[in-house]
């Protein structure tokens, strides 16, 4: 069983940063993609960023230049860095590790952009 657990949400003032973790434990399936998606209150969920196990990424239009997307295979691990956050960003953001069959999501982070 994969769990998937989300980590870094929080309060931050406009044009502030935030780091997210995403840790997905795995016995024997291998972990292949891993990614944000976020979803604000009456809103459709939205991808944010997405990242292969060979590194390759792609990230909404919306967060380019301000979102990076990072991993560590040996530790199953996602990482989110957002920069010059706006309230635009407030939303729950949920990540997912994908193998070959199945795609696990966590239980969502909430992250709030205010002064």
Request: positive net charge; proline residues 3%.
């Given at each position: 069983q994969v769990q998937v657990v989300e980590s870094g949400g929080g309060l931050v003032q406009p044009g502030g940063s935030l780091r997210l973790s995403c840790a997905a434990s795995a016995s024997i399936p291998t972990i292949h993609n891993m990614g944000w998606y976020?979803?604000?209150?009456g809103k459709q969920r939205e991808l944010v960023a997405v990242i292969t196990s060979g590194g390759s990424t792609n990230y909404a239009d919306?967060?380019?230049?301000?979102?990076?997307?990072?991993?560590?295979?040996?530790?199953?691990?996602?990482?989110?860095?957002?920069?010059?956050?706006?309230?635009?960003?407030?939303?729950?953001?949920?990540?997912?590790?994908?193998?070959?069959?199945?795609?696990?999501?966590?239980?969502?982070?909430?992250?709030?952009?205010?002064?």
């Open positions: 976020r979803q604000a209150p919306s967060v380019k230049g301000r979102c990076t997307i990072s991993r560590d295979n040996a530790k199953n691990t996602v990482y989110l860095q957002m920069t010059s956050l706006t309230p635009e960003d407030t939303s729950v953001y949920s990540c997912h590790a994908d193998t070959v069959s199945t795609r696990y999501w966590g239980q969502g982070t909430q992250v709030a952009v205010s002064s």
